[in-house]
């Protein structure tokens, strides 16, 4: 058959997501509908919550996918689903629907790795080059993927305690900010000046791991310090602080992870991938190298169900197939 198509489904967090993806690389449609508005007084994703919603909009999301491509359940070759990890009770959802979809219309069920989701998420932009580095950076990740070959991750550096997007979210909390905090903090970078000292967690000097807990704790310390001595904090500058650690530690490491491992392409992705001053710090880094940089749009660094798509495209082709006792594995390894 010429034309392979799969519907993807996502729903590990707070977006509720399907999509219509066409040979792994052409998006018929994506539908994300988030929860953030029903979050936000909370400071963060409440489990219960977002598996309610998954609930009451999951239906409506792939209607609309399905309508937006123009295409029908018989159209389909197979239907894909993000089975971990993530919240269970919201995975959960989402691998219900795609169950009874594949079994209602007996076409084959596709289990796909959320991060392998955001990795290939690159895929809708340029056909893949092996092998690869993907940066992932996103509320819930940190990693460094080594890809020999499509559909092979080795994970060659994560972090050993908050994700970089939680770092950005928890500073942002502590300044005043809503969640989630990562755009405003961007943002705020933006307008402020590197005033303020701060860490660079480097770990040992060969290793790819990140931390940034002990970056968030020297953000609140200061604020403390600040506060204590009366004086006004400039909430720039220290949006402009953290930033320029962060990035500074990001893109060091993988330079020299690119060094070690001379892949043909670089892949930024996650939803921390939508940072303006991550992305433009990357490009300048690999401008004058000879491997290709790929940055998804912002559209496609958030949870998104095309992503999902692409990344079940090489296991269709693989025929690795799902069967009916799939499960949402929170903990799934890579
Ligand atoms: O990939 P994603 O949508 O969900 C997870 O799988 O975690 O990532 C969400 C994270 C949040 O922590 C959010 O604050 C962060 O991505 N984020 C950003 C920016 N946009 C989103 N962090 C820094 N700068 C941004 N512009
Ligand atoms: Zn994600």
């Not at 998954?54 to 239907?79: C, G, P, R, Y």
């Not at 590197?194 to 660079?200: H, Q, T, V």
């Not at 967690?201 to 704790?217: I, M, Q």
Request: net charge negative.
């Amino acid at each position: 058959k010429a034309n392979e198509i799969i519907l993807a489904i996502e729903t590990s967090c707070d977006e509720t997501s399907a999509a219509v993806i066409e040979n792994g690389r052409t998006i018929l449609s994506n539908v994300v509908s988030s929860q953030i508005e029903s979050h936000k007084r909370f400071g963060g994703v409440v489990p219960e919550i977002a598996s309610r919603h998954h609930v009451e909009q999951i239906t409506l999301i792939i209607e609309q996918a399905m309508t937006e491509a123009n295409v029908t359940f018989s159209d389909l070759d197979a239907v894909a689903v993000t089975e971990g990890p993530g919240l269970v009770g919201a995975l959960l959802i989402g691998v219900n629907a795609a169950k009874a979809i594949a079994y209602a219309h007996d076409i084959p069920l596709i289990g796909v790795h959320h991060i392998a989701g955001h990795i290939y998420a690159n895929q809708l932009v340029q056909p893949l080059e092996f092998p690869l580095l993907a940066l992932v950076v996103s509320g819930g990740h940190t990693e460094l993927v080594y890809m020999q070959e499509d559909g092979s991750f080795e994970i060659i550096g994560e972090t050993r305690d908050d994700a970089v997007g939680e770092a950005y979210d928890k500073v942002a909390r502590t300044l005043g900010l809503p969640y989630p905090g990562g755009p405003h903090i961007d943002r705020l970078a933006h307008e402020g000046k590197e005033a303020i000292e701060l860490p660079r967690a480097w770990l040992e000097p060969d290793s790819y791991d990140f931390s940034f807990s002990g970056l968030k704790s020297a953000v609140i310390n200061t604020l403390h310090n600040v506060k204590q001595r009366g004086e006004e904090m400039i909430i720039e500058d220290v949006a402009a602080s953290f930033q320029a650690s962060v990035i500074e530690v990001l893109v060091g490491k993988t330079k020299r992870a690119a060094r070690q491992y001379e892949p043909k392409q670089l892949l930024l992705a996650g939803g921390v991938a939508a940072n303006k001053g991550l992305r433009k710090a990357l490009t300048s880094q690999f401008a004058k190298s000879n491997i290709e940089l790929v940055i998804p749009p912002l559209s496609l660094c958030t949870d998104n169900a095309a992503m999902i798509g692409a990344a079940a495209q090489s296991k269709l082709r693989k025929k690795q197939f799902a069967s009916f006792d799939l499960n949402g594995n929170p903990g799934l390894d890579l």
